[in-house]
């Protein structure tokens, strides 16, 4: 069996034909037909076929027809064929309307054969080279694909959110308007992957990831930075609006239940929210890391900690009782923003054992009273 690549050669005159052949099988396998239809045929059912080389005028489909057929055709192998012109005494009009219609090259019937191999052999590089390259922009769409998007959650990658994020840091900087982070994790999810697999483990994963993406705007972003760790980014949002959507997003999460044979499996999480206006973050890097620190520092209470203040961002204060807290905000939020010191002087020892029996800090509670003024 011959491997070489076959050149099929489509000319009425069975000269032509045998003269071009022999030039050129030294190199060539070569298949020879007599008109455009039967070359056609030939073309449809012998992938082996690398190259044309035809004759304009012969019978039934003349060598434009066949060209056309081949140019139009939806196979790539087909499509993509080097097609030679047999030029006898064509004008120079019907030479370039050959070339408009996707003729690669003119080969006289009178060439010798290295001319005849070298023209072939060009036509064949440049195909190849082009295939090439069409597969290596296939190859780079596909890892574009993937520094994008995390496959198993259809969340962004942490490269691709900080790439967009350093868009929204750039713009919130230039025009004054709020950049928040929300970063989340699944703070059990190695014991559920222990109980349930890795498989249904990850699918949780990409419920949790959908159940966040339902609950943001069009032009929030939600990106995995870790096996269990989930950032929000939300452009034109207040630290205030943050913590609301964070708390919402943490009610949610805690009443999602999975279920591994007659066992319902409770996921447990941990929330950390940091915002430009409220934070200083010299970039979104810097944003993102003091979420994640916030974050960290929610994880280390304890359970009862926890279940006061489900985010370390002073958002459990909203949520406190008791005439003391319930008095200090009254008074403070009739404070003007200059004067907020002074009566913080004043109530010092109140507002000290308040976030002490409700497990904040100082900073955290003086960012509330600033949001809600």
Not at 125 to 144: F, G, I, P, T
Request: charged share 30%; hydrophobic share 40%.
């Amino acid at each position: 069996m011959d491997n070489r690549p076959r050149v099929l050669i489509v000319d009425d005159s069975k000269v032509v034909r045998s003269t071009l052949a022999k030039v050129i099988r030294s190199t060539f396998d070569v298949r020879e037909e007599a008109d455009g239809e039967a070359g056609w045929t030939a073309i449809d059912g012998d992938p082996a076929i690398v190259a044309v080389i035809s004759d304009l005028g012969m019978p039934k489909l003349d060598g434009m027809g066949l060209l056309a057929r081949i140019r139009n055709s939806p196979q790539p192998r087909v499509r993509d064929l080097p097609f030679l012109v047999i030029s006898g005494n064509e004008d120079d009009d019907t030479r370039d309307k050959a070339r408009a219609a996707g003729a690669n090259d003119f080969i006289s019937k009178s060439s010798k054969g290295a001319e005849a191999i070298a023209r072939i052999d060009n036509l064949l590089r440049l195909v190849k080279a082009k295939h090439d390259l069409e597969a290596s922009a296939d190859a780079l769409k596909v890892s574009d694909d993937d520094m994008m998007w995390d496959r198993p959650t259809g969340a962004f990658t942490s490269s691709y959110l900080l790439t967009e994020g350093g868009k929204h840091y750039s713009h919130a900087k230039r025009h004054g308007t709020g950049l928040s982070a929300v970063s989340f994790r699944i703070d059990n999810y190695s014991d559920v992957e222990g109980k349930v697999g890795k498989a249904p483990a990850e699918q949780l994963l990409a419920r949790v990831a959908k159940l966040v993406q339902e609950t943001l705007r069009a032009e929030d972003s939600v990106g995995r930075m870790g096996p269990a760790l989930f950032t929000a980014l939300l452009p034109s949002t207040a630290a205030e609006q943050a913590v609301v959507f964070a708390r919402r997003l943490r009610e949610r999460l805690d009443s999602a239940r999975i279920t591994h044979g007659t066992e319902a499996i409770r996921i447990r999480t941990s929330f950390g929210v940091a915002a430009m206006g409220h934070d200083n973050p010299a970039s979104v890097e810097d944003l993102l890391k003091i979420a994640g620190e916030r974050l960290e520092k929610a994880a280390a209470k304890s359970e009862e900690q926890r279940a006061a203040a489900p985010m370390d961002f002073g958002a459990t204060l909203q949520r406190a009782t008791g005439n003391d807290v319930d008095l200090a905000i009254k008074m403070l939020d009739k404070a003007a923003a200059d004067r907020a010191s002074e009566v913080l002087d004043k109530l010092g020892p109140l507002v000290k054992t308040t976030c002490a029996r409700v497990g904040i800090d100082l900073q955290e509670f003086l960012f509330l009273l600033q949001s809600k003024q």
